[in-house]
Nanobody, 115 residues
Framework: QVQLVESGGGLVQAGGSLRLSCVVS?????????MGWYRQAPGKQRELVAS???????NYADSVKGRFTISRDNAKNTVYLQMISLKPEDTAVYYC????????WGKGTLVTVSS
């Protein structure tokens, strides 16, 4: 029904930047809907860090406001998460999720931020 493929993670030092990408495969109905980026650190619950609506309205968790930017390119069926000023506490596996297919998850991409 839907496939989500995240990429762009890696190892970066504190203060560095990364851009994550999520390619969404599925119906236009699913792809055009709201999207979110989540992250899950070891031993912790998965948390929503950023979302973007079908109309382009964005929301961010307080912990990432001013540092992360979510965007989308519907022509490429891709959602991005630009991350700057990364902190060690940002270390997690990052996942994207479609609001209209919320039970489906990709394998995620690991972001590791060293001190």
């Amino acid at each position: 029904q839907v496939q989500l493929v995240e990429s762009g993670g890696g190892l970066v030092q504190a203060g560095g930047s990364l851009r994550l990408s999520c390619v969404v495969s599925g119906s236009i109905f699913i792809r055009i809907g709201g999207m979110g980026w989540y992250r899950q650190a070891p031993g912790k619950q998965r948390e929503l860090v950023a979302s973007i609506s079908s109309g382009g309205i964005t929301n961010y968790a307080d912990s990432v406001k001013g540092r992360f930017t979510i965007s989308r390119d519907n022509a490429k069926n891709t959602v991005y998460l630009q991350m700057i000023s990364l902190k060690p506490e940002d270390t997690a596996v990052y996942y994207c999720n479609a609001e209209r297919a919320k039970d489906y998850w990709g394998k995620g991409t690991l972001v590791t931020v060293s001190s």
